[in-house]
T-cell receptor, first 115, second 112 residues
Framework: NAGVTQTPKFQVLKTGQSMTLQCAQD?????MYWYRQDPGMGLRLIYY???????DKGEVPNGYNVSRLNKREFSLRLESAAPSQTSVYFC??????????????FGPGTRLLVL | SQQGEEDPQALSIQEGENATMNCSYK?????LQWYRQNSGRGLVHLIL?????REKHSGRLRVTLDTSKKSSSLLITASRAADTASYFC????????????FGTGTRLQVTL
C-alpha cells in the first residue's frame, strides 16, 4: 500500500498561472482533506470531502477549488496563483465515522512557490 | 482560526530527558489527537484520546486530557534524538463531523 500520494512534489509558478495538485489514497477511506502549512501557522484546512460526491470549505478556501474525482482521488486547483499561496500543501485521508478510525493519514506534501 | 495552541513553541532537551508539551483548545470536543512531523515530511498520527478519557499511554507517550480546562499534555519519556520533530495537537469539535483543527505546534529538539 502506498498510502496517500501527492503530485507534484515541488512546483514553481508565476503569478496568475494555474495548476492542479493531485492526491490519491489506496486505503479505501471515505474522507479526504487539503491543508496548507505556512511557517509558524500550523496546518490550516482549505477544503475537505467528507465522502465521495461532497466537498466543503475549510478555514482558508479563497483562491482554491477542489474536485473529488472518485473515492480515491481529490484534487486541488489554483486558478490564478498569487504569491500569498506560496506554501506547503498536504493532502490527507481518513475513514471517518468508524469508531477509532478518525485519525488522518498524510501525504508527503507539495512545495509550491509562486513568484 | 486555530483551535489549538501548543506550548511551548520550541523545546530543547538532552537525550534521556522527558519532554512535555501542552495544548489548549477553545470549544467542546469529541477527541483530541497528537501528530508528529519530521522536517519536510507529512504528519504522522501518534495517539488519540476521547473526551471521556483522562489519560492514555502508548509506549513512551503519555497523554492527558482535562476537558474542564480545555487542555491536553503530551509527555515523551526517555527521549531520543529520533524524537526530534514538531508535534501538533488536533481536535474535532463536538457537533461537527469529519474534520480536525490543528494547533500551531511545538518544535522539539533532542540533542545527544
Amino acid at each position: 500500500n502506498a498510502g496517500v500520494t501527492q503530485t507534484p512534489k515541488f512546483q514553481v509558478l508565476k503569478t496568475g498561472q494555474s495548476m492542479t495538485l493531485q492526491c490519491a489514497q489506496d486505503m479505501n477511506h471515505n474522507s479526504m482533506y487539503w491543508y496548507r502549512q505556512d511557517p509558524g501557522m500550523g496546518l490550516r484546512l482549505i477544503y475537505y470531502s467528507a465522502s465521495e460526491g461532497t466537498t466543503d470549505k475549510g478555514e482558508v478556501p479563497n483562491g482554491y477549488n477542489v474536485s473529488r474525482l472518485n473515492k480515491r482521488e481529490f484534487s486541488l486547483r489554483l486558478e490564478s496563483a498569487a504569491p500569498s499561496q506560496t506554501s506547503v500543501y498536504f493532502c490527507a485521508s481518513a475513514d471517518w465515522g468508524r469508531a477509532t478510525q478518525e485519525t488522518q493519514y498524510f501525504g508527503p506534501g507539495t512545495r509550491l512557490l509562486v513568484l | 482560526s486555530q483551535q489549538g495552541e501548543e506550548d511551548p513553541q520550541a523545546l530543547s532537551i538532552q537525550e534521556g530527558e522527558n519532554a512535555t508539551m501542552n495544548c489548549s483548545y477553545k470549544t467542546s470536543i469529541n477527541n483530541l489527537q497528537w501528530y508528529r512531523q519530521n522536517s519536510g515530511r507529512g504528519l504522522v498520527h501518534l495517539i488519540l484520546i476521547r473526551s471521556n478519557e483522562r489519560e492514555k499511554h502508548s509506549g513512551r507517550l503519555r497523554v492527558t486530557l482535562d476537558t474542564s480546562k480545555k487542555s491536553s499534555s503530551l509527555l515523551i519519556t526517555a527521549s531520543r534524538a529520533a524524537d526530534t520533530a514538531s508535534y501538533f495537537c488536533a481536535t474535532d469539535e463536538a457537533g461537527t463531523a469529519s474534520k480536525l483543527t490543528f494547533g500551531t505546534g511545538t518544535r522539539l529538539q533532542v540533542t545527544l
